[in-house]
């Protein structure tokens, strides 16, 4: 199992909105394209303006062809686009690829 950490640096007073996009449309879209959400956070310090989130994927090609799909969906390509009419949400994002260690159970 391949575990993607996602780190949106969100552009200030645009918090509330990328959170109801995930919540309302992006989780359920995801889903769609195979791929579950396991864990979404908040930076504890608010000047961080940070929202991190844990995508699991069967391997790094399945990953990058669920991605390519949900990219190119037209209700994503609608709901960002409605979403981002005063501006974008995130500043940077970023990525990165675990994998379970073989010396401890994460079950």
Known sequence: MLYELRVYDVNPG????????FRDHVIQLFMNHGMKVTHFWEDLGEAN??????VEHANMEIR?????????????????????????????????FMKNAPFFDNK
């Not at 645009?14 to 996009?21: A, D, F, L, N, Y």
Request: hydrophobic share 30%.
């Open 49 to 54: 303006n940070r929202l991190y989130y844990v």
């Open 14 to 21: 645009k918090m509330k909105v990328i959170q109801e996009r």
């Open 64 to 96: 990058n062809l669920n991605y390519d799909r949900f990219r190119n969906d037209p209700e994503w390509i609608e709901v960002k686009r409605f979403s981002e009419l005063d501006g974008p949400l995130v500043n940077k994002q970023e990525s990165i």
